[in-house]
């Protein structure tokens, strides 16, 4: 019997509780029901994003409002949402001061390609906030690595990055690689691609200096680009001294550090680089920094962009490749400005913190309480429960620790019990508008279904 067990569930309690859950959704929201039948057939797939149809319900809800840290849909229902927009919405939707800048700025103008103040303004409270860098402004992370690694290819004259298996760094094209049998490969699934990817990328897995330094011999990297953390498919820590290895072999071997900080700046105040003291050469984040509106910021220190003066100087004339006409608009800079100066304080990430101690504290105990094979991280804010023993070393051992079917059971029978949690994994956000009431209801539902699945 235990050879047929799914992260150490019977597979007849897994259906009977999946069959369940997605009736009592389908029967219990019929308004969203009849409005996706009669309205979504123009678009693609029925979605208007394609990665919305990984959501496992049998429908999507739709929502009429969210305020912070809750949802309401068009059937009536209140959500408490541990989503959060998979980090966009991390500080609660809608925060006040940048619903008031909103306001203010839509009644001067939406996009002029030209600063306003307020972008002075956002400028000195990025390195306020994150550090000493040279900053540019993007409309999502995947551009601004995208731009990042122009740059490193320009100052260090090498083609290739230096990814991690497993690794998240939004849809960025060099990124979409692979490690197997030691090889680099295009990740499979990959819609319409033609390019071998392995010839502008390498990749390691996370927690191993020993095969970072032996690609980074051969002399051909530009850049390592990282999240200081893996979250992309259950959450991997780096091992003690990873990333200062990592540090000091890029400084060995002539390459720069690139720190993705789009999903840690849950850590903690200026995210995970400002509070373990980082040194990255470049630094990326996106979905939150500026409360929900499309903004990304890249940045990079003085030497660096001391360096990329100096190219800049004697490339010939033409495009650069950087860049898109809406970002660095007047809406980005007064939702940054406010999010930075008055969203994203100390005071905010304190609750955050107690609120996601609180919860994963309470998940443990239920996951212990029902002696479930399974175990909870926590990055700050950020917590999640994977479904398999921990911790886990790298990507692959994160690959292997998904279960997708045992997920999707879960995540219908929380939506059906009032919490939504992101869909691609198990992670859930903490913002400063969560309540303990909150955190309770969530843990309350996810041991009334471990009581199931498991006793």
């Not at 009849?34 to 809800?61: E, K, S, T």
């Not at 720190?259 to 400002?274: F, P, V």
């Not at 304080?345 to 002696?371: C, F, Q, V, W």
Request: proline residues 5%.
């Amino acid at each position: 019997m235990t050879d047929t067990l799914i992260a150490g569930i019977r597979p007849d309690r897994l259906a009977t509780l999946a069959a369940r859950e997605a009736r009592r959704y389908a029967q219990s929201r019929p308004k969203a029901a009849a409005a996706m039948a009669q309205g979504a057939g123009h678009y693609l797939n029925g979605v208007p994003m394609h990665w919305m149809r990984d959501w496992p319900m049998p429908h999507l809800p739709l929502v009429a409002e969210a305020k912070g840290a809750r949802l309401t849909d068009i059937d009536g229902y209140g959500i408490d949402d541990f989503c959060l927009g998979d980090t966009g919405s991390m500080f609660g939707h809608s925060p006040a001061p940048v619903a008031k800048a909103i306001r203010r700025q839509a009644r001067r103008g939406l996009t002029y390609m030209l600063p306003t103040e307020e972008a002075l303004t956002a400028g000195h409270l990025l390195t306020k906030r994150f550090g000493a860098f040279e900053w540019q402004i993007a409309t999502t992370a995947t551009d601004a690595n995208r731009f990042a690694l122009r740059v490193a290819r320009a100052v260090t004259g090498r083609p290739k990055v230096l990814v991690f298996n497993g690794c998240y760094h939004g849809t960025l094209d060099d990124t979409m690689v692979a490690l197997e049998h030691g090889q680099t490969v295009n990740r499979p699934g990959l819609v319409g691609q033609v390019q071998d990817l392995s010839k502008a990328a390498t990749v390691a897995e996370f927690n191993d200096l020993a095969g970072v330094e032996a690609a980074l011999k051969q002399g051909d990297v530009a850049a390592i680009l990282t999240e200081p953390v893996m979250t992309n498919s259950c959450m991997v820590l780096p091992a003690p001294g990873f990333l200062d290895g990592l540090r000091a072999l890029t400084r060995q071997y002539g390459a720069l550090l690139i720190i993705d900080e789009t999903h840690t700046l849950s850590s903690g105040l200026g995210g995970y680089t400002r509070v373990h003291g980082l040194q990255p050469d470049m630094f990326v984040a996106g979905k939150c920094v500026a409360g929900g509106m499309p903004t990304a910021i890249w940045g990079m220190t003085q030497a660096v962009a001391d360096r990329f003066r100096a190219y800049d100087a004697t490339r010939p004339a033409g495009h650069s490749g950087m860049g898109t006409t809406l970002s660095g608009n007047p809406m980005q800079f007064a939702c940054l400005a406010a999010t930075l100066a008055e969203v994203m304080t100390p005071a905010a990430y304190a609750h955050m913190e107690r609120g996601a101690a609180r919860l994963a504290k309470g998940l443990d105990a239920s996951i212990a309480r029902h002696k479930a094979p399974w175990h909870v991280v926590r990055v700050g804010a950020r917590v999640e429960f994977i479904c398999a023993p921990g911790p886990l070393a790298n990507g692959t051992e994160a690959a292997r620790a998904h279960e997708p079917a045992v997920e999707a059971a879960l995540h219908t029978a929380l939506l059906n019990r009032g919490c939504l949690i992101a869909p691609f994994h198990n992670m859930m956000l903490v913002s400063p508008a969560t309540r303990k009431r909150q955190i309770d209801g969530l843990i309350m539902a996810f041991d009334e279904i471990l009581s199931e699945l498991f006793d």
